[in-house]
């Protein structure tokens, strides 16, 4: 196993909540950053990085380079993904936010940094000054997934008997502290009064290795990782966690109408740009991503992973990020969930 231990130490972040989100898309909109900057003309005019913050096979990944090639296509320069593992995320975020802001480095990020403003005492960048959204890529709901040869279990019934009837007998394997494959187990617990075992990774790729390989039990992991190990009978999905049913898994039943009332987790991923880059850049790749998530391929792609597109204005992710930083905050409070 590989395991997440500690990063090194880095500046203290100033986490500023912003009063509300009309504001926060008006603060977006205004900002002297993109004022400052000269109108971008011949963009691009050579390759662009794409920072995903996990090693590959995980589920930022699992979007991120479809859409990489689509997008390369229409805009005529190569997408490079650069792979930037570590603490949770965080790592592969502060690249992002400290390579100049030129329109040539994008963070391609998830959910977990709203979390990990809250998780994490220390970061190196400040995901509200630092990073500029784009647009949000997908959405997807987590999936309870075992590795059936560990758990003995068929359905979630059975699942949950062992579960309450061997408490620290079984282990998850997540993305890393304050993913939101942590957070999600973490709720879990807190709602269901159960305790599981937390094995934290440098990414979901490796968890998922260790899961396949029967070194973990269980992870609550994004659909689109999981969804080909489902298919190929390796990994058994015994619920998702969203509010309702997943077309990509019709007969997996919600943790809320397993027992679980009230819990609803989704998973989403997005790109981020360094504070600075040209508005009219940051403008065009949405605009861009928002053409590539409506042709046929990535459309395909994202159905067979069980996601919903994104491609809405950066202002209107802007507002959504500030949301979701509140949410997580109370999450983390509630739960007590702590840096392993």
Known sequence: MTP????????????????????AGAAFAASPSFAQQPAASGWPNK??????????????????????????????????????????GTLGAEVAAKSPPDGYTFLVGAIHHTIAVSMYPKLGYDLQKDLLPVTVLASVPNVLV???QRVPAKTYAEFFKYLKSNPGRLNYGSAGNGTSHHLTVELYKTMTQTFVTHIPYRGAGPALQDLLAGQVDLMFDGLGSSMPHIKAGKLLPLAVTSDKRSPALPDVPTLAESG???????????????????????????????????????????????????????????KFVDAEIVKWAKAVKDSGAKLD
């Open 146 to 148: 075992v590795n059936p």
């Open 260 to 318: 679980v009332k009230g819990y609803d987790a989704k998973t989403w991923y997005a790109i981020w740009a360094p504070a600075g880059t040209p508005r009219e850049i940051v403008l065009r790749m949405q605009q861009e991503v928002a053409k590539a998530l409506a042709g046929k391929e990535l459309a395909d792609a994202w159905t067979a992973l069980g996601a919903e597109p994104g491609g809405q204005p950066p202002e209107q992710m802007s």
């Open 47 to 88: 390759p662009v990085r794409f920072v995903v913050p996990f090693p590959p096979g995980g589920g930022t990944d699992a979007f991120a380079r479809p859409l990489s090639k689509v997008l390369t296509a229409q805009l005529g320069q190569p997408i490079v993904i650069d792979n930037r593992g570590g603490a949770g």
């Open 4 to 23: 997440l231990r500690t990063a090194g130490r880095v500046p203290r972040v100033r986490v500023r909540l912003l009063a509300g989100a009309l504001a």
